[in-house]
């Protein structure tokens, strides 16, 4: 279950920002008429101050690959940028298919989070804004993160946000987990876990017992990997565990389970063929992985010490739709 961003503004209300209202979405208002009615993104605010046009070949800066540009909204330390940025390229290298650039402006919190300012400008192909800021001391929430807007066109986002705890990001380059954990919750605001159901039919049986994805590519490698069935999703945990990540107990150290292994973290080729199933265009590439022997020893060796991100992590869906 993806919740709204009221419910992530109530969750940072003790955020260095503090939120509108004591609590209540900062998004921008806006009339029935200015919702997006019917057909793909019915319900989402339409944002009419952005534009999507065909990158014309020789402007400069443009590039014919998948781009994630990050704003960091408040200055980070070198360590940790280069988290973020080695995250975004670890994703560039798996999603390449171009889309249209967009310019216009993004109003101010528009995500429904504080202390996110207005972007004006051209976005090639997602903006992912940045925020880390005391929140509630190392431990409790984590992180907040999901897209915010989607393209009309094809329901993938443009614009997302990754907001974190100031203590849990300096405790996590620590020990060495930073970018794993980054690359995580990266996924999360390209669609990963948050746009499964979101003008798709990608999971089956949410809030059920055994929650599966039921995308074709996903499946392929999963079978290939000699996994049975289609791909089991998480299904305990609470609703930002389960229906949103792999399971812990058949995938163990893979990246996109809700727990963060100590060592390796590989996105395995179920991981990046998701991507294609949700709609991207995607390099035959994966990490080297191997799905755990299915023995009660080994499930419990992978499921031993590591990083439950589902305790802290609070993902969010789309609020706006760009034609």
Not at 34 to 50: D, E
Not at 89 to 103: F, L, N, Q
Not at 124 to 137: A, K, Q, T
Not at 171 to 197: C, K, P, R, Y
């Given at each position: 279950m993806v919740r709204s961003s009221s419910y992530a503004?109530?969750?940072?209300?003790?955020?260095?920002?503090?939120c509108a209202d004591g609590g209540s979405p900062v998004a921008p208002a806006a009339p029935a008429s200015a919702r997006v009615a019917a057909g793909a993104g019915a319900g989402l605010v339409q944002?009419?101050?952005?534009?999507?046009?065909?990158?014309?070949?020789?402007?400069?800066?443009?590039?014919?690959?998948?781009?994630?540009?990050?704003?960091?909204?408040?200055?980070?330390?070198a360590g940790q940028r280069a988290a973020f940025n080695g995250a975004a390229s670890r994703w560039e290298h798996v999603i390449i298919g171009d889309k249209p650039a967009i310019t216009g402006t993004i109003p101010a919190g528009f995500c429904g989070l504080p202390g996110v300012p207005a972007?004006?400008?051209?976005?090639?192909?997602?903006?992912?804004?940045?925020?880390?800021?005391?929140?509630?001391?190392?431990?409790?929430?984590?992180?907040?993160?999901g897209p915010c807007a989607v393209r009309l066109s094809d329901e993938l986002p443009a614009y997302g946000i990754m907001f974190f705890d100031a203590a849990d990001v300096s405790d996590l380059e620590q020990i060495g987990l930073l970018n794993d954990v980054v690359t995580h919750e990266m996924a999360?605001?390209?669609?990963?876990?948050?746009?499964?159901?979101?003008?798709?039919?990608?999971?089956?049986?949410?809030?059920?017992?055994?929650?599966?994805f039921d995308g074709h590519g996903a499946n392929v490698f999963f079978n290939v990997l000699h996994g049975a069935g289609p791909v089991p999703v998480e299904?305990?945990?609470?609703?930002?565990?389960?229906?949103?990540?792999?399971?812990?107990?058949?995938?163990?150290?893979?990246?996109?389970?809700?727990?963060?292994a100590p060592g390796a973290n590989p996105l395995s080729s179920v991981s990046t063929a998701s991507m294609r199933d949700l709609g991207y265009t995607v390099a035959p590439?994966?990490?080297?992985?191997?799905?755990?022997?299915?023995?009660?020893?080994v499930r419990a060796l992978?499921?031993?010490?590591?990083?439950?991100?589902t305790a802290g992590e609070q993902l969010i869906g789309p609020v706006g739709g760009i034609r």
């Amino acid at each position: 279950m993806v919740r709204s961003s009221s419910y992530a503004c109530a969750l940072l209300a003790g955020a260095l920002f503090g939120c509108a209202d004591g609590g209540s979405p900062v998004a921008p208002a806006a009339p029935a008429s200015a919702r997006v009615a019917a057909g793909a993104g019915a319900g989402l605010v339409q944002v009419p101050t952005l534009q999507t046009s065909a990158e014309p070949a020789g402007v400069p800066g443009a590039t014919r690959r998948f781009d994630i540009t990050l704003r960091f909204v408040v200055p980070l330390s070198a360590g940790q940028r280069a988290a973020f940025n080695g995250a975004a390229s670890r994703w560039e290298h798996v999603i390449i298919g171009d889309k249209p650039a967009i310019t216009g402006t993004i109003p101010a919190g528009f995500c429904g989070l504080p202390g996110v300012p207005a972007f004006t400008g051209t976005i090639d192909d997602i903006l992912i804004d940045v925020v880390v800021v005391p929140i509630d001391g190392p431990g409790g929430a984590l992180a907040v993160s999901g897209p915010c807007a989607v393209r009309l066109s094809d329901e993938l986002p443009a614009y997302g946000i990754m907001f974190f705890d100031a203590a849990d990001v300096s405790d996590l380059e620590q020990i060495g987990l930073l970018n794993d954990v980054v690359t995580h919750e990266m996924a999360h605001v390209l669609g990963f876990g948050t746009l499964w159901s979101f003008g798709r039919s990608l999971l089956a049986d949410a809030g059920g017992a055994d929650p599966t994805f039921d995308g074709h590519g996903a499946n392929v490698f999963f079978n290939v990997l000699h996994g049975a069935g289609p791909v089991p999703v998480e299904n305990i945990g609470g609703p930002e565990t389960a229906d949103n990540h792999w399971r812990e107990s058949v995938f163990g150290n893979e990246l996109m389970t809700g727990f963060i292994a100590p060592g390796a973290n590989p996105l395995s080729s179920v991981s990046t063929a998701s991507m294609r199933d949700l709609g991207y265009t995607v390099a035959p590439l994966s990490e080297p992985y191997r799905l755990p022997v299915a023995s009660a020893s080994v499930r419990a060796l992978t499921a031993a010490p590591g990083l439950n991100l589902t305790a802290g992590e609070q993902l969010i869906g789309p609020v706006g739709g760009i034609r």
